[in-house]
């Protein structure tokens, strides 16, 4: 079966740190371009960060220089390492792979994960 | 960045009517947008890609059109499992953006 479930969710204090791990099966996740989505309770979705397939990667504003991701190919794994987490990063955070159509490979997204929740209090 | 702004945020419709759903750009993303639906509880799906492509699976009755700075998303007649939230996504340019969803739900 063709999925994503993530792990490594939970509750941390801020200026912590916590390491999200999103387990691929089905497909390699070196063969997509892979990405973190998160949602604050009761809000929209946030694009966080995303690897291409050569290891290139980008983040967005809030999180650059706190947030890494990188992979594992040999685990089949996508990573989210966090750190000096703030309140304002509590959300669902969900991996998702790239959608392809042959050679077409667009950063939209047809697979996700169910998501694990992060939750940045003292 | 690139704002995505939504609209209308609800929209109260009945089974069997149609929906019609707006997705604004700040500026031109040309046909690379997205739609994408969210249940309770639930991740994403996506519903259409590049503006007006169906992804895998997706039912006829779903339809995207637009370029540009505007598009839409039509219901032509909505069915009870259609009442969600849906979520527009521009992927021109980093950092990718969502806009930030219209609610439809039971009248």
């Known amino acids: 079966e063709v999925q994503l479930v993530e792990s490594g969710g939970g509750l941390v204090q801020p200026g912590g740190s916590l390491r999200l791990s999103c387990a691929a099966s089905?497909?390699?996740?070196?063969?997509?371009?892979m990405t973190w989505v998160r949602q604050a309770p009761g809000k929209g979705l946030e694009w966080v960060s995303a690897i291409y397939r050569g290891g290139d990667t980008h983040y967005a504003d809030s999180v650059k220089g706190r947030f890494t991701i990188s992979r594992d190919n040999s685990k089949n794994t996508l990573y989210l390492q966090m750190n000096s987490l703030r309140a304002e990063d509590t959300a669902v955070y969900y991996c998702?792979?790239?959608?392809?159509?042959?050679?077409?490979?667009?950063?939209?997204?047809?697979?996700w994960g169910r998501g694990t929740l992060v939750t940045v209090s003292s | 960045e690139i704002v995505l702004t939504q609209s209308p945020a609800t929209l109260s419709l009945s089974p069997g009517e149609r929906a019609t759903l707006s997705c604004w750009a700040s500026q031109s993303v040309y046909s690379y947008l997205a739609w994408y639906q969210q249940k309770p509880g639930q991740a994403p799906r996506l519903l259409i890609y590049?503006?007006?492509n169906r992804a895998t699976g997706i039912p006829a009755r779903f339809s995207g059109s637009g370029s540009g700075t505007d598009f839409t998303l039509t219901i032509s007649s909505l069915e009870p499992e259609d009442f969600a939230v849906y979520y527009c996504?521009?992927?021109?340019?980093?950092?990718?953006?969502f806009g930030g969803g219209t609610k439809v739900e039971i009248k």
């Open positions: 089905g497909f390699a996740v070196s063969s997509r371009y």
């Open positions: 998702a792979r790239s959608t392809s159509y042959g050679d077409y490979v667009p950063w939209y997204f047809d697979l």
């Open positions: 996504q521009q992927r021109i340019t980093w950092p990718l953006t």
């Open positions: 590049d503006a007006s």
